[in-house]
């Protein structure tokens, strides 16, 4: 069945970086566009910030436009976020997501705190 399972969250302080990575399996991993969202707190619902389409395309969020990059390894069905200069507004629980044949698929997640 398709699952995904992020890791790499962790706390860092403002200004530092973090690379999430989205471990897939269970359909053709480089066929399908893929997402990563945050939830910034328990209150508030999920947003998107990223995704990278089948042809390797990228869209960023305004907000971590410039510092965020979003990349993947097809040959390891693995995503990557890679957080550069994070600020404290980055904190959150971070999830990929992907549309498989029609179906949403999420993650679990990964918390990422930025703090000092």
């Known amino acids: 069945q398709v699952q995904f399972v992020e890791s790499g969250g962790g706390l860092v302080q403002p200004g530092g970086s973090l690379t999430l990575s989205c471990a897939a399996s269970?359909?053709?991993?480089?066929?399908?566009?893929m997402m990563w969202y945050r939830r910034p707190s328990p209150e508030k619902g999920r947003e998107w910030v990223a995704?990278?389409?089948?042809?390797?395309?990228?869209r960023y969020s305004d907000s971590v436009n410039g510092r965020f990059l979003i990349t993947r390894d097809i040959a390891k069905s693995t995503m990557y976020l890679q957080m550069n200069d994070l600020k404290a507004e980055d904190t959150g629980v971070y999830y990929c997501k992907g549309n498989v044949d029609l179906r949403e698929y999420w993650g679990q997640g990964t918390p990422v705190t930025v703090s000092s």
């Open positions: 995704e990278i389409t089948s042809l390797g395309g990228t």
């Open positions: 269970g359909f053709k991993f480089g066929h399908y566009i």
